[in-house]
């Protein structure tokens, strides 16, 4: 049955918890069966530019239907992961949406057509996998709110380190009002972004979060103003003050945030101790020692 095939995919460890595989969370020999179906409907388009100062910016775009995920769009979002987890000169990332707004969650017209339980299963699964692929990139992340982050797409904000919003922008978790709960993954991660308490009400009350309360409740680090190319312009010059220095230096920086948000203790202090190997005694570690730096 499905369920079997979905545990089976999960190693565990001799205690028998689950770990994970590399950065994924599911086998991607799963994957074939969905993305057939998901190829079937098309629409808009997930772009990647790669900037020199390492500072990538990924666009959802399909401004006719409020950046909503067709099929094809979910498909190049997985392959956009994949293109990001390569890059090796990397140390941000900026997802936003066209036209803006950021994104109205799943194309409503492919939902309708994959409303059957299998189907809702492995696009859940893969979109789980894609997203948590994207968190747990070796970049610091910021998920640029303009306009309207609805369902799914107030899940996508989730998967970033950081949430930006400009003063009219919402982020609103809908599914209740779909007579659903959050599949890609954004409920376990609101719980760890604003507690359980605060998770529990955005999620029970369906609330249009503004960019004052998501302030307030921790779910925005800021608010950016808003305008054609402003609203980018400004997430660029904040995230900017995260990611000057080498990238290997804010690569590493990433990975043992990531390691103690996500690893029990002991875990998460063997991963900042393999990650510290790799930045000790490196280029930048040296020069930093031959500088004789002081930090005033
Ligand atoms: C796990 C994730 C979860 C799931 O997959 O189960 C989901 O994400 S479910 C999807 C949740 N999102 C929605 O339900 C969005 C519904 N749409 C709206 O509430 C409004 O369209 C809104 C607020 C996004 C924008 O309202 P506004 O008045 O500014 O514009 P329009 O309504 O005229 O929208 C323009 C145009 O876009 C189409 N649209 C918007 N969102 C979607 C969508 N998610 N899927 C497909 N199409 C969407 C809308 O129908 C309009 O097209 P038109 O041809 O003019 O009717």
Redesign the pocket.
Known sequence: SYKLHYRSTISHNALGKPHHRGMAVYSSELWDEIRGKLSMFPGGSVNLVKQESGIAVLTVNNP???N?FSGTMMLELQDRVSQLENWKEGKGLIVHGAGGTFC??????A?RAISNPQDGMK??MF?QDTLTRLLRLPLISVALVEG?A????A?LTTACDFRLMTPSSEIQF??KH?G?V???G?AARLVRIVGSQGALKLLAAALKVDSALAERIGLSDGVVATGAGTALAEAEHWLGDFTRGPAPVIQAIKKVALSGRERPLEDALRKEKEVFGTVWGGSANLEALARKSKHK
């Open positions: 006719d239907r409020m909503a109205s969650g799943s194309d409503l017209n939902v696009m859940c979109m309207r609805l369902g799914g797409g899940e809908v599914h779909m659903l959050p599949g890609w954004g």
